[in-house]
Nanobody
Framework: QVQLVESGGGLVKPGGSLTLSCAAS????????RGWYRQAPGKQRELVAL???????QYADSVKGRFTISRDNATATTYLQMNDLKPEDTAVYYC??????????????WGRGTQVTVSS
């Protein structure tokens, strides 16, 4: 059974920083791309940042220069360093692992989400 567990969300003032973590557990042979998505109330879920298995990264225009995604393959953990946070960054943040290979299958997995609230 593969699980993704996010942590690190919370309440922060505008201009502040947070680091989100997403730990994958289970009998995992390999993982493809790792990503962070977010969903604000009344809006669709959107891609925030992505890091491929080869280390290439991709960011939403709204977070470029402020957020940094990274992955530690040894611990199967993905991080999202968020700096200069703005009220419009408020959302539930979800991590995703693409093409997770286990003994039985290859499929994508989602975490349950962690709330990030940016407010003074």
């Amino acid at each position: 059974q593969v699980q993704l567990v996010e942590s690190g969300g919370g309440l922060v003032k505008p201009g502040g920083s947070l680091t989100l973590s997403c730990a994958a557990s289970g009998d995992i042979f390999s993982i493809g791309a790792r990503g962070w998505y977010r969903q604000a109330p009344g809006k669709q879920r959107e891609l925030v940042a992505l890091v491929t298995s080869g280390g290439n990264t991709q960011y939403a225009d709204s977070v470029k220069g402020r957020f940094t995604i990274s992955r530690d393959n040894a611990t199967a953990t993905t991080y999202l360093q968020m700096n200069d946070l703005k009220p419009e960054d408020t959302a539930v943040y979800y991590c995703k692992a693409d093409r997770v290979r286990t003994l039985m299958a290859i499929r994508d997995y989602w975490g349950r989400g962690t709330q990030v609230t940016v407010s003074s």
